[in-house]
């Protein structure tokens, strides 16, 4: 894992599934893989959820893996008919879908007898995959060029990241810090506020309210690569608050 | 709203924010909207997430809107600096953004003195846009051609939806019946699952695993918009369930 480089390693996530497009299933994977590459120092820059359908699927991933760095897909791995994601991505990269030994030798030494027709479909790979270490079920996730495969189902796609990271290529991490305006409303922040952003252009300020039914507050959160810059931006924004909070009649 | 058609309406969710590409706020939005539109008969296509930059939105928007019969946006339409919507999706219709004089109207009425320059953000549209209305704090969404722009905030967002929903276009519904496979792993499921898929292709068949950190059950979703052909393939899942849950050794 490179630190403290310059370059800013940018991803995307693809989440891949019906269920989720339906509202069956609620996603929690893409706030998931968000936190976690924001921690290893990766910017995730976008996320999409896409049908099981070839097409879609990879028309996506061509969309997504030619722009970052890297690609991270969730769900259509398992044993069923609908479980297509290696035929998307096969046909994304332009090869064709086949067993993976190594896959296909787990899967044997795991389930032994039960290893049907249907669960050898979780040893489907786009040609030229490495296969993502799966310690919870075993069935393995896999990468080709610069997109990983994972499983849809939250904790073992959490446990696929955890092997996956150690490989990956981070940048400086982003620093943050948050300033909570308890009984501060985005419109009265939002001038001044706007002040600081152009006084700092190095440092990025977001604006956050949140609504308890009768009335808002507002977080301000200012993220950086660099100490110093935010160090400075937030202190302003600290007293910005302290002016806000401490007017009468708020 | 048209109901009992044969068209099929189709809608794509695009939320924007930073906060939620960082992992600091968790999206809420696209499995309510997903939800919802599947209950009025409208399929969720495709979802994004992208941040907070005009280039991003517009390309996004552009890609959706033409594409899909709606898009429904959210986040992006407050009062401070990094609050962009507007000027995303203004510069993908290719219009100037502008100053609503109805919405303007509102805030001077909704906020009295307390409207200043940052507040007055809140009326800015694409020019062209018709308001959509929020009822619990006012700032109103818009419209422009098949583009919905509503709040980030869940509850807001999800007043306004309310709000949207008679003025569009629904298609003949969805409808779905779920076969809990308790204790029913995918993989002896899906040989013979597959078949029943074959047999029914007016009907949509989705798997889904569960697993409870020590065992996989199964649930088996069938959609189709024709009541027959779903009782149909939904009685064949359920001889196949019972089938393998009868069975000894599971």
């Known amino acids: 894992m490179a630190d403290d480089s310059d370059t800013v390693i940018t991803a995307a996530v693809l989440v891949i599934g ?15 893989i968000a936190e976690y590459l924001t921690g290893i120092g990766i910017d995730l820059k976008e996320a999409r959820v896409v049908a ?3 097409e879609e699927i990879a028309a996506a991933v061509n969309a997504l ?31 064709p879908v086949v067993l993976h030994p190594d896959a296909v030798d787990m899967l044997k030494q795991y389930l032994g007898d039960n290893l049907n027709e249907a669960r050898l479909r979780m040893a489907r790979v786009a040609e030229g995959a490495e296969l993502i270490e799966n310690p919870v079920s075993k069935a393995p996730g896999w990468r080709i060029g610069n997109v990983h495969v994972m499983a849809g189902v939250p904790n073992i796609m959490q446990a696929m990241l955890d092997g996956i990271a150690p490989t990956l290529a981070t940048g400086r991490r982003m620093l943050s810090e948050t300033v909570e305006g308890r009984g501060v409303k985005e419109g009265d922040i939002g001038g001044p506020l706007g002040d600081i952003q152009a006084r700092h252009p190095g440092v990025m300020i977001g604006s956050y309210p ?14 950086s690569r660099d100490a ?13 608050v302290d002016t806000l909070i401490s007017e009468p009649d708020r």
């Not at 019906?18 to 998931?32: A, H, P, Q």
């Not at 949140?210 to 993220?223: E, M, N, W």
């Not at 400075?232 to 007293?239: E, G, L, P």
């Open 18 to 32: 019906d269920e989720i497009l339906s509202g069956r299933t609620k996603d929690r994977n893409i706030g998931y």
């Open 210 to 223: 949140q609504f308890d039914g009768t009335r808002f507050t507002t977080s301000i959160v200012l993220r």
């Open 52 to 54: 099981d359908d070839v």
């Open 65 to 95: 893996r030619t722009r970052y760095t890297y690609v991270f897909t969730t769900g259509g791995i398992g044993p069923t008919h609908d479980d297509i994601t290696a035929d998307g991505i096969a046909h994304a990269f332009g090869v």
């Open 228 to 240: 110093g810059p935010l160090e400075r931006a937030t202190a302003d924004v600290r007293r910005l």
